[in-house]
């Protein structure tokens, strides 16, 4: 993904901004009952720059994966990390750190929205973070920190899994621990099957 530039940061920003004031609302009222008038007087907004972001109210909460992932993404384009396997901790980590950026209500909403509609973003193997992480284990099984006993397509999905499940045990727990250090745990625990003797040893 090419790096965003700093329009693009604002925009998302913004996006996300709206979401998070727009869920709250929601939460107190009811989906139903929320008007995108009463989304862009809370957020302080004009009803043009809401349309300008999304189409519906339903849009929003649809879009807030994506705009998460692009987010993290554009994080891990300013590091500078040697190994594939840093790389990989830092974007899962990131990650974690943009959910409790959000909190646990907001990002709890939006679980709750992934069970109501068809098109599940989260899932999808094509989705921005999935296909980086497999890059990224397709060069760790190339460079040999990780042992080939495992296809990049089935550790990828693990991994995805994982993070959906820990994101969502966080939020059950209404985030009263530290998302990133229990992302990075199971992250590491799982790995720890595959890495091989030599970059064990250096580990």
């Known amino acids: 993904m090419k790096k965003?530039?700093?329009?693009q940061k604002q925009a998302i920003a913004t996006k996300l901004r709206i979401t998070q004031v727009a869920t709250e609302l929601f939460k107190l009222n009811g989906f139903d009952s929320v008007k995108i008038q009463d989304i862009c007087q809370a957020a302080e907004i004009s009803i043009g720059a809401f349309y300008h972001h999304f189409k519906s109210k339903a849009e929003i909460i649809n879009t807030a994966y994506e705009q998460v992932d692009i987010l993290v993404l554009d994080r891990l384009e300013t590091k500078d990390l040697d190994?594939?396997?840093?790389?990989?901790?830092f974007l899962l980590g990131e990650g974690a750190i943009v959910m409790e950026e959000l909190g646990w209500v907001?990002?709890?909403?939006?679980y709750k929205n992934l069970l109501s509609i068809e098109s599940k973003y989260s899932t999808k193997p094509d989705r921005y973070?999935?296909?980086e992480v497999r890059s990224i284990i397709e060069d760790?099984?190339?460079?040999?920190?990780?042992?080939s006993s495992i296809s990049s397509f089935d550790l990828?999905?693990?991994?995805?899994?994982i993070s959906r499940g820990t994101i969502f045990d966080w939020c059950l727990h209404e985030g009263s621990y530290d998302l990133k250090s229990r992302m990075e745990f199971e992250l590491n625990l799982l790995l720890s099957n595959f890495k091989t003797q030599k970059h064990i040893k250096h580990n």
């Open 140 to 147: 760790s099984l190339k460079s040999g920190e990780l042992n």
């Open 106 to 110: 907001f990002v709890s909403e939006i």
């Open 83 to 89: 190994l594939n396997l840093d790389k990989l901790l």
């Open 156 to 161: 990828t999905m693990i991994i995805m899994r």
């Open 129 to 131: 973070i999935a296909l």
């Open 4 to 7: 965003l530039t700093n329009r």
